[in-house]
């Protein structure tokens, strides 16, 4: 990679105003290794390590992702990492296992790509799990249904997407024609950075080597398998750059998918019609369960509402909450308004437990 110009790497006004007068030199995160980083700068590409205060100072699952900014002093053979530039966004899910921490997955995202393979991967709850994280990470999300070409008619498909989301863009692709992937570009324009999320196998490395033109740097990918299953191959975060100044995140695929929410907004965001609902019923602290007027369970009963859509967001509510719950007994950062919500979910527990000893 040459020398690049700040630009190219994605810098913009939103990260000069937290710049100010210093001697440290702005870089950019373009790959996590197991002992370290590379990242970008106008100097070139140099191999990174954290600075012991840094690493002492930041939780573990606050160090550097791949798409920071981070300040930093060069060495000879290496750079070392001073600090890390507040985040325009950021996208993370909770760590697999009993655990509580973080994980980012990406940062400083403009936009996000979420591909589904349309050969036996389309789950509508799986793809309201992704468009939460999307959410709350606050880029714009885009679902891409790709592999059109293994089944016969993807209409039911668009159709079923339509109903999980409002104002996202779903495109339906083909990523061994490029033709197919030509409206993604008003997406990946000079500086934007887009990051393609999904499951193994549902074609993200391979639509990220259309996109990128002969010469560039390009993701591994295996043939597809004798029940036509892509094979998951990217192994590693690695941000590539198009021609046009555009800039790709490729991630591997998740394979246990643990939202990470701080608030209800993202929820509120990705299931908007039954907030909605909620919203009209009789009582404030309505459960959807045996409440009178319940507008939520009126649109189940009418075909309004698909029942399943409304246990998946009960499902997502209250996991969300119960890790925030755990991240307060592990005595990690719990603000007032989380705090307000662990209170009210309790309460609510104690009504549900109440309900079913009256059953």
């Known amino acids: 990679m040459e020398k690049p110009s ?8 939103f990260f000069e105003q937290y710049l100010g007068k210093t001697d440290f030199i702005p870089a950019r995160i373009i790959r996590k290794h197991n002992s370290g980083y590379d990242l970008a700068c106008q100097e070139g590409v140099y191999y990174a390590r954290i600075r012991g205060k840094l690493r002492k100072d930041l939780p573990k699952e606050q160090w550097p992702a791949v798409g920071d900014w981070v300040l930093c002093t060069l060495e000879k053979e290496y750079a070392m990492i001073e600090s890390i530039l507040p985040r325009k966004s950021k996208i993370s899910r909770k760590v697999s296992g009993k655990t509580s921490q973080e994980q980012i997955i990406a940062a400083n995202a403009d936009t996000i790509f979420l591909v589904v ?9 799986k793809i309201e799990r992704y468009l939460a994280l999307i959410a709350e990470s606050q880029a714009k999300p885009v679902v891409i249904l790709n592999k059109v070409d293994l089944i016969e008619d993807a209409k039911p498909f668009l159709e079923e997407a339509e109903k999980l989301v409002t104002d996202v863009p779903i495109l339906v692709t083909n990523a061994l024609k490029a033709e197919t992937l030509a409206v993604l570009e008003q997406y990946t324009n000079k500086g934007q950075t887009s990051v393609f999320l999904g499951s193994s196998g549902a074609g993200k490395s391979t639509i990220v080597n259309v996109l990128l033109d002969a010469g560039h740097q390009k993701q591994t990918v ?14 590693s975060r690695d941000m590539l750059f198009l021609d046009n100044g555009g800039i790709l995140i490729d991630n591997p695929g998740i394979r246990e998918l643990r939202v990470w929410l701080d608030g209800d907004e993202a929820l509120s965001e990705s299931f908007a019609d039954i907030e909605a609902l909620a919203q009209e ?7 959807h369960d045996m409440e009178p007027d ?14 399943e859509r409304v246990d998946n967001w009960r499902k997502l509510r209250e996991e969300s909450l119960e890790l925030l719950q755990k991240r307060q007994e592990f005595g990690r950062h719990v603000d007032k308004s989380q705090s307000n919500r662990l209170a009210k979910w309790t309460k609510t527990a104690r009504k549900k437990s109440c309900r079913r000893g009256l059953r």
């Not at 043939?223 to 990217?234: E, F």
């Not at 319940?294 to 029942?307: P, T």
């Open 222 to 235: 295996n043939d597809i398998g004798k029940h036509n299953k892509g094979k998951h191959t990217t192994t």
């Open 6 to 13: 700040l630009e190219k790497l994605g810098w913009n006004s």
């Open 294 to 307: 319940c507008k939520v369970r009126e649109a189940i009963k009418s075909g309004v509402l698909d029942q």
């Open 117 to 125: 393979s349309l050969f036996e991967d389309f789950n509508p709850r």
């Open 281 to 287: 019923c009789r009582f404030r602290d309505c459960l």
